[in-house]
């Protein structure tokens, strides 16, 4: 069952003192006590301090004063199935002559029988006007007040009795009058409790309301980076005072402005593009980067992430944007990239230094080559074809040699591959390739012969071909 609005529980009573007001102008006294106990029910209920014993109070107070009832009492049912009494009037409390003075047998756990139980067990209002005779006199704890006439109404939620109203020892006889207004009455307990429900409902809804707008207002004004309101016309509803910081503004200062006042005049503002991605359901929340102006003239990169937002009936729409001053970042990273740039333009011109050094070494060994080929060597021949002594013709056998050598990557692979052989090694094993004996070897390095055979023989270990019949000149003939 849903339970009524607060609107709809004004209404409510409003049409009941509209039609008690109707009714009250044909001169019924009921009515017209009825209407205004009504009045100053509905007077009170619409105070927030509400409390469920109040109404109750003021509604039995309005159903003695309506009915001209001596005694009245309103209770309600507990998890036992037990009677609490929880309002009643003062003459009921100081007529009842319990033993020992014990009240709380008016007031808790009462068993729910006899006549004055029958409104709650058959769910439907009793009039009594005759207690002594009736069959179901019996269930009033001992002590208790004599009652000669009882009119009791039950209280209901969702149809079922959840307790009662009830009023007794009326002068004169109770009516289906009494009987109505004390039901139209009874209905005021209920609403009222459910107003009360509302209340708190509200007063729990504002108190955390208010604790998030703190909340908000906290997180506003103290974050890192600068966040403002905005809206769709681009002017600033509210920013705070990092904001202002970054602009060189004080935060009420900034407030003056717009966000076109602060962009760069060649970066475009974006809050026309956010409303119509929204528009077209694409979100509205964006992040970008652009270019905004420095109170002092100064160029502030910033990055923005802005989100469109509405009102709670979904109209008014606005921005809230988080702004982060990227101005360094942007600087360090143009920076990097001329750095960059520079060392790239460095790099290039070190290759075109490296590629002209290696053009210029070829171009030096080929006319090193070619001036060898055509200037030296032909003339050591003609040296040695003229020259008739033995000495003379060996060191012209061993300058050409020499030259040869270092014309030859011979001596460049013998010492990369056999990198263990020593200086005189790789000369000997040079002069043994070109045929020499150890004897003119010896004259040649100007040593004796068997310092020759000596290396020789370690060029053999070396070499991998010790007690091998391997001829050395022949090995190192082949080798590439």
């Known amino acids: 069952m849903n339970k009524p609005s607060y609107d709809e529980l004004e209404q409510r009573i409003s049409l009941l003192e509209t039609q008690m007001a109707i009714r009250s102008k044909d001169g019924n006294t009921l009515l017209s006590k ?23 109070a003021d509604v039995l107070d309005a159903c ?4 001209d009832s001596v ?17 009643y009037n003062s003459r009921t409390l100081s007529d009842c002559a319990f ?45 208790h007040v004599p009652l000669t006439r009882f009119l ?31 039901v139209r009455l009874a209905a005021l307990i209920s609403l009222g409790s459910e107003l009360r429900q509302q209340i708190i409902q509200l007063k729990e809804m504002d108190a955390s309301l208010r604790c998030s707008e703190d909340r908000f207002r906290k997180a506003f004004e103290n974050a890192n980076e600068g966040v403002c309101l905005i809206n769709i016309h681009g002017e600033f509803i509210k920013v705070n005072h990092r904001m202002g910081e970054i602009f060189g503004y004080t935060a009420s200062e900034l407030a003056q402005k717009t966000v076109y006042d602060i962009s760069h005049p060649d970066d475009p503002v974006v809050i026309p593009d956010l409303i119509q991605q929204y528009l077209s359901g694409g979100g509205g929340r964006n992040v970008f ?28 729409m606005s921005f809230i944007s988080h702004f982060q001053d990227i101005t360094k970042k942007k600087q360090a990273d143009a920076d990097l990239e001329k750095g960059n740039q520079v060392q790239k333009e460095m790099n290039s011109a070190l290759e075109v230094l490296l590629k002209k050094r ?28 003229i020259t008739h002594d033995d000495q003379q013709q060996t060191y012209l056998r061993l300058i050409e040699a020499n030259v040869k050598e270092i014309l030859s990557p011979l001596a460049f692979r013998l010492s990369s591959k056999f990198h263990g052989l020593t200086p005189t090694e790789i000369k000997i094993s040079s002069l043994i390739k070109n045929g020499e004996s150890n004897k003119e070897i010896a004259q040649i390095l100007n040593t004796s012969v068997k310092t020759v055979e000596f ?15 391997v001829n050395l000149r022949t090995y190192l003939l082949s080798l590439p």
């Open 34 to 56: 009825e209407l205004r106990a009504i009045t100053r029910i509905f007077q009170m209920m619409m105070q927030y301090n509400l409390d469920d014993r109040n109404v109750e």
């Open 455 to 469: 290396h020789r023989d370690n060029l053999r270990k070396k070499l991998g071909i010790k007690n091998q019949k």
């Open 64 to 67: 003695l004063e309506c009915t």
């Open 289 to 316: 980067e652009k270019r905004y102006i420095h109170k002092n003239g100064s160029v502030i990169w910033g990055r923005v992430s802005s989100s469109l937002i509405q009102d709670n009936d979904g109209q008014q």
């Open 99 to 143: 033993p020992g003075g014990l009240t709380w047998q008016l007031t808790t756990g009462m068993d729910i029988r006899g006549v004055w139980g029958m409104p709650m067990i058959n769910n439907e209002p009793l009039i009594c006007n005759d207690i002594a005779s009736h069959p179901e006199r019996t269930g009033f704890p001992e002590g």
């Open 358 to 385: 290696e053009e210029d070494k070829s171009e030096l060994e080929e006319k090193m080559l070619h001036n060898t080929h055509t200037l030296i060597l032909p003339y050591l021949q003609k040296l040695k074809q």
């Open 71 to 87: 005694y009245g009492m309103v209770g309600t049912i507990n998890k036992e199935g037990k009677f609490d009494t929880t309002s």
């Open 152 to 182: 009791g109404v039950p209280l209901q939620r969702g149809g079922l009795a959840i307790g009662m109203v009830a009023v007794a020892n009326k002068n004169t006889d109770y009516s289906n009058e009494d009987k109505n207004t004390l």
